[in-house]
């Protein structure tokens, strides 16, 4: 069947069947119960819609945070540090303040209260209080009639700061304990130190017939989102404050402003505007965002602020920088026995999601293939640079590049094919894995098949010419978070729906759509289980007047929990409209079915109403007809402290084989192609699921060969290139072809059985490109990106004899702290802490 | 403050005479959007480095963020705003909604104009010509691909084609 893009906005087009079988009863229920429906059954979930606010976007007609413009609007700019790290020793904003035309200037010390994303990492200040931590920290603000005056206010305040020595990178941020970056921390420069073991290593290591321990370098890179951060406040006449912002977590935001504003939260609106790409940058409250608020609420005039893209580098919260070393016990055949795994993450100025990100850097290694012994060992440095937090990915891209390239090197040193290695040893379904995390589905053996089939994998690898080669990759990432951010036993997500007599549905969600396509997932949810079209749907989100909480754009989360929030709330809405149509028309309401705008009798189709009709007979009997459903994942099996990062209620799978050229010459690496098999679990609209997977593996090339947040060396920890020009990212002509294949392996925690791809399918790209280097020049790069001159480097090494690798050596000397021991399910263990031994006196 | 002295120019618009004064140093992109409320026309650096704001000045390809308001006078502009017409949605606007060419849709506007000058000059560009000519337009969602097949089916339905996308890119492969 060919899509038909034209027309597939309507109920006609989409196969137009008057089904009247049981095929039309949504899967909501019944998919939470574990059934497997045949996406043949559905009329809305598996077709290729186009998303629903599609076409706003291809006239112009959607607005974004810098296309709001409000009457007597002012105009806000952020002075920035432009030192690393210094006291504030004053800030005189006089000149500033007598600049006719500005109407506020504030600093640090209107705006006392600190804040952050992690309740465990309150270290941010709206403007600096008294010191600075990167160049790029915001230090004071104007607010003023226009732009240019703006700029002009923001250059006559005055600064005196007293310089303190910086710290650059994780090497220098573990030797070098003062002065501290912050007061807070595991000591010195050390923001987090974790130490989690699960099962007895030495045993592992004694099973093992190869033991090998490999080094490896991620780069920082960052999300360059084509929309820079904007943010417009309003603070108004009855004292309430409006924020419409570019922000993938309006929740959080929201709580934010009303610690730092000292405002009631019920007194604060955040409506976050459709985001211009979001990629994890835009999950943290921001500075700017309390910034104009506090000045809103100074002037009583709106005030709007827009980052320019140099600041947007500062803003980052990108990927770690993340030193690894990982040292792994296989046996002949390739199953693993233990894996030890250390990770230096270069955390950046402030804590942002840091400590959760450290614990991503050790969770996920355990979901894909078996691993029965594991221990973690993590460190977060505070350096004087940008900070970093969630890009795609989440602390997983830089742990899977390292695994994914010591299994190619393990295949080789067993004389295995790195695929049939996988395949072997693959985490069974309805698992739970050494370090507590539980899997239900897992569909990655056919997306191994998959790509190794497509690719021709058996016929490529180790037998192409010199310079070009194939390498393959696996990976796996979560679909949400299986707990909050803050500490509550709320709902994760919460729908509400409301249903007009007109037949008009109006579904109310806190989600925010960042391009994902999470309001249109709204309605084709709900069109599924009300058997109407859903664009006929109003969708409501990310407004914290209308809409209930859902926690955010982040952890690959909002189609898993929105998903099912929704499916809850109408099917609530649906047994209304069943009960008062089954009164009406004298039959059993198990017998009606919903579609086609239409509720009728399933053995008797002509006997039905029309859903709107259906609407006025349950308004008549039951008065406004308003449900609510919410969504609260499973609780994990982990019970030890840091059991929090990890858990979810499912776990997607990828599988990818890259093809490489590698020019001998400059060391360009080119990639040609790359197949890609996801585990979708089940695809809610397939042409978005497709959009997704592309968009990844396009990012994941841009880690692998170019993007790369880098600083001067020379103490100053300047920011190479802060612009769109310099930082290199894949552009049409170095987007490689895609030939991708859905696995759907429906999981019942999953809305119809869906499972995330906003992430996982960029997790294997790196490593597979890593691998097909080696295989094309027979050189190790074991670090992203794989710039042309680190190719050359391993080459020339390669040329005189030496290691034919590029990476680093060593990890630093660390004191870890003493591990915190749990037995492994198979151990018997029960997923607690197991208990110190006592000292006896 | 500085007295101001604001420039004044006519132009055509979308295909409408227009006329408009404006801070004279202002670049066509703010003049289109802070003063003509035509914000349909994005910004990604306002530096010439992304493509963002790609406008057609007498159907060419212009960085708006690059050129001067004032350079406008007696050109003609074409902003997202006017692609569609009384007949409803242009080829590549509806392509691009239909095939999810648009996922976050801030690049869009810029890739849209880009792609019409494109199909205006060669009506059945080649992959490699539509990346050649795309290739100063960044976008970070889509990995370009949904972008081809837009423009590929856009071009095939203006030359009077049934064309529909085909089945693996919307399910993927076998």
């Known amino acids: ?841 | 403050m500085t007295q101001r002295q604001k420039a004044h120019i006519e132009f055509t618009l979308n295909g409408e005479p227009a006329e408009v004064a404006f801070a004279p140093h202002k670049t066509l992109l703010e003049v289109l959007r802070e003063d003509l409320n035509l914000t349909g026309t994005k910004h990604g650096c306002e530096l010439g480095e992304c493509g963002t704001c790609a406008v057609l000045v007498d159907g060419r390809s212009v960085l708006s963020c690059l050129m001067l308001g004032l350079e406008a006078e007696g050109r003609r502009v074409e902003t997202v705003e006017g692609m569609a017409t009384d007949a409803g949605l242009h080829p590549l606007q509806e392509t691009f909604a239909d095939t999810g060419a648009a996922q976050c849709g801030y690049c869009t506007p810029g890739f849209l104009l880009v792609a019409k000058e494109l199909l205006a000059q060669n009506a059945s560009p080649t992959r490699e010509e539509i990346k050649e000519a795309l290739s100063g337009n960044l976008c970070r969602c889509t990995g370009y691909i949904k972008i081809y097949e837009a423009v590929e089916l856009a071009a095939a339905r203006m030359r009077g084609e049934e064309a529909e996308l085909p089945r693996e890119s919307v399910y993927g492969y076998e």
Not at chain 1, 196 to 203: K, P, V
Request: hydrophobic share 35%.
């Open chain 1, 1 to 841: 069947m060919k899509t038909n893009g034209r027309n597939n906005g309507g109920v006609k087009s989409n196969e137009g069947e008057a089904k009247s079988n049981g095929g039309a009863e949504p899967g909501g229920r019944a998919a939470r119960k574990g059934v497997d429906f045949k996406a043949d059954d559905f009329r809305v979930v598996g077709k290729p819609f186009r998303k629903v606010d599609a076409r706003s976007k291809c006239v112009g007609a959607t607005k974004f945070a810098d296309d709001i413009s409000l009457p007597r609007m002012l105009y806000c700019k952020i002075l920035r540090s432009h030192v690393p790290h210094a006291l504030i020793k004053s800030v005189d904003t006089s000149k500033a303040e007598a600049l006719p035309g500005v109407l506020a200037c504030i600093t640090g010390k209107d705006l006392p209260v600190p804040y952050g994303i992690l309740p465990v990492s309150q270290d941010e200040h709206p403007l600096c209080l008294d010191k600075v931590r990167f160049i790029g920290d915001p230090v004071a603000a104007v607010a003023a009639i226009d732009e240019d005056v703006a700029f002009e206010a923001m250059n006559l305040i005055e600064v005196e700061y007293e310089p303190l020595a910086t710290v650059a990178s994780i090497e220098e941020a573990v030797e070098v304990s003062e002065p501290r970056i912050h007061d807070y921390g595991d000591g010195g420069n050390i923001h987090k130190n974790v130490h989690l073991e699960f099962g007895d290593m030495d045993e592992g290591f004694r099973e093992a017939d190869v033991v090998r321990e490999d080094i490896f370098f991620y780069e920082g890179n960052t999300h360059l989102p084509m929309e820079q951060h904007a943010a417009v406040a309003h603070y108004d006449a009855d004292e309430k404050l409006t924020l419409w912002s570019s922000t993938q977590t309006p929740h959080y935001v929201h709580r934010a402003l009303a610690k730092t504003l000292r405002m009631p939260a019920a007194h604060i609106r955040v409506i976050a505007t459709p985001n211009g790409g979001g990629f994890g940058g835009k999950s943290d409250p921001f500075n700017h965002e309390v910034v104009v608020s506090e000045l809103s609420r100074r002037t009583r005039r709106p005030v709007k602020v827009t980052l320019t893209r140099e600041e947007v580098f500062y803003c980052h919260r990108g990927r770690h920088p993340v030193l690894m070393k990982s040292r792994i016990g296989v046996k002949r055949d390739g199953s693993i026995t233990a894996l030890d795994f250390q990770s230096f993450l270069d955390g950046g100025a402030y804590g942002s999601y840091g400590v959760a990100s450290t614990f991503y850097t050790g969770a996920l290694q355990t979901v894909t293939y078996e691993v029965p012994r594991y221990r973690f060992r993590g460190l977060r440095a505070f350096t004087n640079k940008a900070p970093c937090g969630p890009k795609r990915g989440h602390g997983t891209p830089q742990p899977r590049f390292a695994l994914e390239v010591q299994l190619d090197k393990v295949a080789e040193e067993l004389g295995l094919d790195p695929a049939e290695l996988r395949l072997k040893h693959l985490v069974k379904p309805n698992t739970v894995t050494a370090n507590y995390l539980r899997v239900g589905s897992i569909g990655l053996r056919e997306c191994i098949e998959k790509v190794v089939e497509g690719s021709d994998w058996k016929n490529k690898y180790r037998k192409l010419p010199e310079g070009r080669g194939f390498g393959l990759a696996c990976s796996s990432y979560i679909c949400g978070a299986g707990l909050p951010i803050y500490w509550n036993s709320m709902p994760h997500s919460g729908v509400q729906l409301r249903l007009d007599r007109q037949g008009g549905v109006c579904v109310q969600c806190g989600s925010t759509d960042i391009g994902q396509g999470s309001d249109s997932v709204l309605a084709y949810v709900v069109a599924e289980v009300l058997g109407i079209d859903p664009f006929d749907i109003r969708v409501v989100t990310a407004d914290t007047d209308l809409t209930p909480v859902d926690l955010g754009s982040y952890s690959s989360r909002v189609t898993l929990m929105t998903g099912n929030a929704a499916i809850q709330a109408a099917e609530r809405a649906r047994e209304l409209l069943s009960s008062a149509v089954a009164e009406k028309l004298n039959v059993p309401s198990e017998n009606l079915s919903f579609a086609e705008r239409r509720v009728f009798d399933v053995e008797n189709p002509e006997v039905g109403v029309t859903f709107a009709e259906a609407v006025v007979l349950a308004e008549s009997k039951y008065g406004t007809i308003g449900t609510v459903g919410s969504y609260v994942p499973p609780r994990s099996p982990g019970r030890f402290k840091g059991a929090g990062v990890g858990p979810s209620p499912a776990y997607s799978y990828s599988a990818a084989v890259a093809e490489v050229d590698v020019d001998i010459e400059t060391g360009i690496v080119s990639v040609p192609r790359v197949w890609v098999a996801h585990d979708i679990g089940r695809s809610i609209n397939p042409m978005l699921v497709m959009g997704q997977v592309e968009g990844s593996i396009y990012m994941g090339l841009g880690e692998a060969l170019m993007e790369e947040m880098v600083y001067r060396e020379n103490r100053n920890v300047v920011h190479k290139f802060p612009s769109l020009l310099e930082y290199k990212s894949p552009t049409t002509l170095e987007m490689c072809d895609v030939i991708t294949y859905l696995v759907e392996d429906a999981d019942p925690n999953g809305p119809f059985g869906a499972k995330e791809v906003g992430q996982g399918p960029l997790l294997p790209v790196m490593p597979a490109i890593a691998n097909a280097v080696y295989d094309a020049v027979g050189v190790r790069v074991d670090e992203v990106p794989i710039t042309p001159e680190k190719v050359l480097a391993a080459l020339r090494a390669k040329r005189q004899g030496k290691d034919p690798r590029f990476g680093p050596r060593a990890v630093p000397e660390v004191e870890w702290p003493e591990p915190l021991k749990v037995l492994t399910p198979a151990e018997g263990g029960d997923g607690k802490e197991m208990p110190r031994v006592a000292v006896h006196s």
